[in-house]
């Protein structure tokens, strides 16, 4: 066999170096290493320290804005109690001018009352009187009331001189507009039923001597726009009977 060819099988050689032991050298790197990671972390920290420091006001600053903030507050302040104040003014004013409105509508009926009355009077002075016992109508008012309910209130009353009672029916129609047309509907038929006391009649009975309240809560129905009422009152005296007829406009609703 030729020794040239022949070829060793085993593990494989590989080149070592001698280097010499030296722990100074080695705990001197480590310790460099460690310094310049300390280096790094305390310029990190004054830099972050630095820039917050440049945030920060200075005590001149700081006081200005104080003295705004105390400033703005105060006005703040002000503009409230401004604020209350015009509200609360406001508020007497509406509630003022809501009592001047009724009181007005008041004295507008009764206004209106004391013309009828007036126009009474005249027809009794007359000799061809076919009311001799003045029966009139006095004040007469429609206020709101929860679920648009309303309170019908009418007075009729004898403006005659005398003790003689009077004594008949009174038949109340309202009259307005529905869906583009006139319509009467009488007042029994838009009253409120209650449990506790008897539905009221087409013809209304009367029985006073000096005058007699119609007070009574009703429904208007959907779309309809009431404009005014038709009265007529009819005496049961057999002797003189007497009948009067009238119409009185709608009032605003109080």
Request: charged letters at 30%; aromatic letters at 6%; glycine letters at 4%.
């Given at each position: 066999m030729n020794p040239a060819k022949t070829k060793v099988k085993g593990s494989p050689v590989y080149r070592m170096k001698?280097?010499?032991?030296?722990?100074?050298?080695?705990?001197?790197?480590?310790?460099?290493?460690?310094?310049?990671?300390?280096?790094a972390l305390i310029a990190t920290y004054f830099y972050a320290l630095n820039q917050a420091s440049r945030e920060r006001l200075s005590p001149q600053e700081a006081e200005e804005l104080r003295a705004q903030l105390e400033k703005l507050t105060q006005e703040a302040s002000e503009s409230k109690r401004e604020l209350a104040k015009f509200q609360l003014s406001a508020e007497v004013d509406?509630?003022?001018?809501?009592?001047?409105?009724?009181?007005?509508?008041?004295?507008?009926?009764?206004?209106a009352a004391l013309q009828r009355d007036v126009e009474v009077y005249r027809i009794l002075t007359s000799k061809k009187s076919t009311n001799p016992m003045g029966i009139s109508f006095g004040i007469f008012s429609v206020s709101a009331l929860a679920d648009s309910k309303k309170q019908f209130k009418l007075v009729v009353q004898k403006l005659a001189e005398g003790d003689d009672d009077f004594s008949g029916q009174l038949r109340?129609?309202?009259?307005?507009?529905?869906?583009?047309?006139?319509?009467?509907?009488?007042?029994?038929?838009?009253?409120?039923?209650?449990?506790?006391?008897?539905?009221?009649?087409?013809?209304?009975?009367?029985?006073?001597?000096?005058?007699?309240?119609?007070?009574?809560?009703?429904?208007?129905?959907?779309?309809?726009?009431?404009?005014?009422?038709e009265l007529a009152v009819k005496?049961?005296?057999?002797?003189?009977?007497?009948?009067?007829?009238?119409?009185?406009?709608?009032?605003?609703?109080k």
């Open positions: 001698v280097v010499p032991h030296r722990p100074l050298k080695n705990a001197f790197m480590t310790l460099a290493l460690l310094a310049l990671i300390g280096a509406r509630q003022a001018g809501e009592e001047l409105r009724k009181r007005v509508m008041v004295l507008r009926d009764e206004k109340v129609f309202v009259v307005g507009q529905k869906d583009g047309s006139e319509t009467k509907i009488s007042l029994h038929e838009l009253t409120v039923s209650k449990i506790d006391a008897e539905p009221m009649a087409e013809d209304i009975p009367l029985n006073f001597k000096f005058f007699q309240n119609i007070d009574t809560e009703i429904v208007l129905p959907d779309g309809f726009v009431p404009a005014r009422v005496s049961s005296s057999r002797r003189n009977p007497v009948t009067v007829e009238s119409e009185l406009e709608w009032p605003e609703i």
